[in-house]
């Protein structure tokens, strides 16, 4: 099986920082796109950032300039930077990959936990 585990987040205040990590483990050949999304109360699962396999990164426009993501791939982990935080960025975060867990296998999305981020003014 696999198992996506995040960690990092917490409580800070507006303008601080945090950095989330998310580890990938268990039977896993390879992983391409990894990606950050949040979901915070009453409002709709979205998309904080991607990167690709090879580095690529795309970011929403909420997030742009504030948070960088990146990713380890000999440990299988994604980070989140998270700089010049806003009360508006409270939000529970989840990490997820896309891995093949065999060389004959298809690719699958899969979850993490979630890690909450609350951000006080």
């Known amino acids: 099986q696999v198992q996506l585990v995040e960690s990092g987040g917490g409580l800070v205040q507006a303008g601080g920082s945090l950095r989330l990590s998310c580890v990938a483990s268990?039977?896993?050949?390879?992983?391409?796109?990894m990606a950050w999304y949040r979901q915070a109360p009453g409002k709709q699962h979205e998309l904080v950032a991607t990167?690709?396999?090879?580095?690529?990164?795309n970011y929403a426009d909420f997030v742009k300039d504030r948070f960088t993501i990146s990713r380890d791939n000999a440990k299988n982990t994604v980070y989140l930077q998270m700089n010049s935080l806003k009360p508006e960025d409270t939000a529970v975060y989840y990490c997820?990959?896309?891995?093949?867990?065999?060389?004959?296998?298809?690719?699958?999305?899969?979850w993490g936990q979630g890690t909450q981020v609350t951000v006080s003014s």
């Open positions: 997820k990959a896309d891995i093949r867990r065999y060389t004959w296998s298809g690719e699958y999305a899969y």
């Open positions: 268990g039977s896993i050949f390879s992983i391409n796109a």
């Open positions: 990167i690709t396999s090879g580095g690529s990164t």
